[in-house]
């Protein structure tokens, strides 16, 4: 049985810099005017907080970004993956396959929907899924394709498209290609198209850590099919008079928050690039670390900046790292997602007997160090300074320097 990655032990000393950010996209004057008009406008009890235009306008705005046909409005990524799974209406002995290196509310809903949750190795260098595995683990039971945008890296969806066309079901034609874009919105796959145009959904997240957010939780997901925009429509509204449905509508709120985030999501993702990539040059050197790959043909969010440690320090050497790094340094350092099998006992008893060892030793290796954009520069010049020097310590230590 793998070990749960996610459990480091962690000592309570203070941090200067946090595990993780508390938010991704930030706040200007912009959002805090679009609150309030919003306030003033709903606070008339003839008007209330029932907002259908602010969210229309929300989604017209989001699926023009994204170049697809359609887009619609959740109170949250999670809702939107549930419903879109949803639609499938999946059969006992249906398969989803997705990569087992993921946020665990990536698989959770598979099952919840009566899928069969079949997990699949990464790609070594992007920590994507990986095509080559999935194709070996495609089968006449498969109905989707589930790919994460993982950590910002933006996956090339085209293997999966022809994977896809080239083992069909018997019965449902095609396996659908569903896209995890909630780490990855505003991005650009190496096909040239936004990140949300490619794939039969794309579900996006607006949650408070996400790369734009709306006021705490949000999601969205965009498609070219009309009949599943239509249905995802009305699963969100009760089913509106015509099916099974539940509640899952963002609020007006929200959505006019979500409006001017989207419009100032290229400046924020260009901040968060370039200080991404000023860490990968001021880390540049270490030859303990395996830094952030360059993506040729994509455009990588950097949404966590990943680093992996050499396969000699992979589990208690990485550990050893991050703590140093918390105790001497007072930098916070997550383990940023490790298989979800390891990570979530409901998940494990899904998927008993499934392993990729790929992913395991992938995930020991791996921690991903705070990263912000508005971390001030000098702040993020001692950060550097922090993971060269824990990492030559480590590195004594283990007698290979």
């Keep these: 049985m793998p070990t749960d990655t996610t459990t480091v032990p962690r000592s309570t000393a203070p941090r200067r810099w946090p595990d993780d950010p508390a938010q991704g996209g930030w706040y200007t004057e912009a959002e805090h005017a679009a609150v309030q008009e919003v306030m003033a406008d709903s606070l008339p009890w003839q008007t209330g907080w029932r907002g259908k235009e602010h969210i229309a306008a929300f989604e017209d705005a989001f699926a023009d970004k994204t170049r697809s046909r359609h887009a619609v409005a959740f109170n949250g990524g999670g809702s939107a993956l549930e419903m879109v799974l949803n639609c499938l209406d999946l059969q006992p002995g249906d398969e989803v396959i997705s990569c087992a290196l993921n946020f665990v509310g990536t698989h959770l809903p598979v099952i919840h929907q009566g899928g069969d949750l079949v997990l699949a190795e990464p790609d070594p260098t992007s920590l994507n899924l990986d095509p080559a595995d999935v194709e070996h683990r495609l089968t006449d039971r498969t109905r989707a394709i589930l790919v994460t945008h993982w950590n910002g890296l933006t996956a090339d969806l085209c293997p999966f498209l022809d994977l896809a066309q080239r083992h069909p079901h018997p019965h449902h034609g095609p396996p659908v290609v569903i896209v995890d874009a909630a780490r990855a919105c505003g991005g650009t796959t190496p096909a040239g198209l936004p990140v949300g145009a490619e794939g039969w959904a794309t579900i996006f997240s607006f949650e408070t850590k996400k790369l734009m957010t709306t006021l705490g939780q949000g999601g969205m997901v965009t498609t070219g099919d009309a009949a599943l925009a239509g249905r995802l429509r009305r699963l969100r509204t009760y089913g509106l008079s015509q099916q099974w449905g539940t509640n899952q509508q963002l609020t007006k709120i929200q959505a006019a928050v979500g409006l001017t985030q989207l419009e100032r999501l290229e400046e924020m993702n260009t901040a968060r690039i370039a200080r991404a990539h000023e860490r990968t ?70 998927t008993d007997g499934q392993a990729c060892p790929r992913a395991e030793q992938l995930a020991a290796r791996l921690l991903c160090p705070c990263l912000h954009p508005q971390i001030p520069a000098d702040e993020e010049r001692e950060i550097c300074d922090a993971i060269r020097k824990a990492t030559d310590q480590l590195a004594r230590a283990f007698g290979d320097t």
């Design 281 to 350: 040059r001021l880390l540049g050197g270490i030859p303990h670390l395996t830094l952030p790959p360059v993506l040729h043909g994509g455009r990588h969010l950097y949404y966590r900046y990943n680093l992996l440690v050499p396969e000699a320090w992979a589990g208690t050497g990485r550990d050893a790292l991050m703590e140093v790094l918390a105790d001497h340094y007072g930098l916070g350092s997550i383990i940023n997602d490790p298989p979800t099998y390891a990570s979530h006992a409901y998940i494990r008893a899904h």
